[in-house]
């Protein structure tokens, strides 16, 4: 019998989830070399891949190839979970009123306390700094 380490095979499986296209390639190696290219949808099971090969070659560079390609699916309708979306959306809005509230609540911390720092500067400069941190125009 001839034991060669160079070689290829492919094998294809199909099924309603669609279809998986195995590619092996082998050439003489020193060392036991193996390399997987697989889905990202298939990337966790690349230790499992590996120590599958490994338990029948001994040694030689190894690449395998691992393609899927998915069933078409019906273009059907969208469903909707309407409840899960208004739970969403109330906490989305809830979130920007609070996230709104904390903004303001910092920009008047701030106004307080470089008024404060200017206290004795007169009124028209801590007018002039309150419209600053809070982002108004102040006419003269």
Not at 77 to 102: P, T
Not at 104 to 115: E, F, G, P
Request: charged share 30%.
């Amino acid at each position: 019998m001839i034991r060669s380490m160079t070689g290829f095979a492919r094998r294809e499986q199909s099924g309603s989830w669609g279809t998986l296209t195995w590619e092996l390639r082998t050439v003489n190696h020193r060392y036991l070399e193996v390399s997987c290219r697989l889905p990202e949808e298939l990337r966790a099971a690349e230790g499992d891949f590996r120590q599958a090969i490994a338990a029948v070659v001994r040694r030689g560079k190894v690449d395998c190839t691992l393609n899927f390609r998915a069933a078409a699916q019906d273009a059907g309708e969208i469903q909707i979970n309407r409840a899960l979306a208004e739970r969403l959306l109330a906490r989305a809005r809830e979130l920007g009123r609070s996230r709104r509230r904390s903004r303001s609540t910092r920009q008047s911390d701030r106004s307080v306390a470089l008024a404060r720092r200017c206290a004795g500067s007169g009124t028209r400069r801590y007018a002039l700094l309150l419209a600053c941190c809070n982002r108004r125009q102040l006419s003269r």
